[in-house]
T-cell receptor, first 114, second 113 residues
Framework: AQSVTQPDIHITVSEGASLELRCNYS??????LFWYVQSPGQGLQLLLK??????LVQGIKGFEAEFKRSQSSFNLRKPSVHWSDAAEYFC????????????FGRGTSLIVHP | DTEVTQTPKHLVMGMTNKKSLKCEQH?????MYWYKQKAKKPPELMFV???????INESVPSRFSPECPNSSLLNLHLHALQPEDSALYLC????????????FGPGTRLLVL
C-alpha cells in the first residue's frame, strides 16, 4: 500500500518570499501524485498532478512541483507567496492499477506574514 | 459545468434526527466519493460509487447510509449520529475510478448535538 508523509505541520513565510512544501511518498512503483489546497471551511482544490512525462509540473496559482524518483519526493514550490495563499496544503499519492484512490498526507498549514 | 455542489452548507442535528446530505455533479463523471474530514486532519474516505454501484465501503458505521440514485447525484443519509460524527463531509467525483483526478465539492459542515 502507498503512504505519504508531509513532514511540516506548519510553515510560516513572509509575503513575497519563496515557498517549498515537502512531500515524500512510499510506493513500489511510480505513483500518481497530487497537491490540493484547502482554504478554511472549503473543499479541496487541485493545484497540480503528476501522472507521467515531464517531472516538473506546472499548476494553477503559480505553483509548480517536481517529481524526484530517487528521493521519492514531490515538493511543491512557489517563487513569490501572496497573502491569499494562506491555507492547508495536502499532498496525495495514488497507486497505479486496481484501486487508485489517493492516500492523503496529514497536510501542511501555510501561514503568510505581511 | 465543472463543479461539484453540496447541500446543505451547514447542518445541525440531534442524535435522534434523520437527515440527508446531497451531492451533485454534471460533468458526466462515473465515480463519486464521500469523505469525512475532522479539523486539521486530511480527508478520510468513507464510500466510493462507481457507475452508480457501491464499490468501496471503508468500514463506516451503519448510521451512515449512502445512496446513488443516478449518475449525477449522491446522497448520504444520516441517522442516530453521535457527537463525534461532527465534521466536514466532502463529496468528490472523478471521470472514472481509475487513473483520474478527483474534483471536490465545498463540503457540508455537520454538527451533532
Amino acid at each position: 500500500a502507498q503512504s505519504v508523509t508531509q513532514p511540516d505541520i506548519h510553515i510560516t513565510v513572509s509575503e513575497g518570499a519563496s515557498l517549498e512544501l515537502r512531500c515524500n511518498y512510499s510506493y513500489g512503483a511510480t505513483p500518481y501524485l497530487f497537491w490540493y489546497v484547502q482554504s478554511p471551511g472549503q473543499g479541496l482544490q487541485l493545484l497540480l498532478k503528476y501522472f507521467s512525462g515531464d517531472t516538473l509540473v506546472q499548476g494553477i496559482k503559480g505553483f509548480e512541483a517536481e517529481f524526484k524518483r530517487s528521493q521519492s519526493s514531490f515538493n511543491l514550490r512557489k517563487p513569490s507567496v501572496h497573502w491569499s495563499d494562506a491555507a492547508e496544503y495536502f499532498c496525495a499519492v495514488g497507486a497505479r492499477g486496481g484501486s487508485y484512490i489517493p492516500t492523503f498526507g496529514r497536510g501542511t498549514s501555510l501561514i503568510v506574514h505581511p | 459545468d465543472t463543479e461539484v455542489t453540496q447541500t446543505p452548507k451547514h447542518l445541525v442535528m440531534g442524535m435522534t434526527n434523520k437527515k440527508s446530505l446531497k451531492c451533485e455533479q454534471h460533468m458526466g463523471h462515473r465515480a463519486m466519493y464521500w469523505y469525512k474530514q475532522k479539523a486539521k486532519k486530511p480527508p478520510e474516505l468513507m464510500f466510493v460509487y462507481s457507475y452508480e454501484k457501491l464499490s468501496i465501503n471503508e468500514s463506516v458505521p451503519s448510521r451512515f447510509s449512502p445512496e446513488c440514485p443516478n449518475s449525477s447525484l449522491l446522497n448520504l443519509h444520516l441517522h442516530a449520529l453521535q457527537p463525534e460524527d461532527s465534521a466536514l463531509y466532502l463529496c468528490a467525483s472523478s471521470p472514472d475510478r481509475v487513473e483520474e483526478t478527483q474534483y471536490f465539492g465545498p463540503g457540508t459542515r455537520l454538527l451533532v448535538l
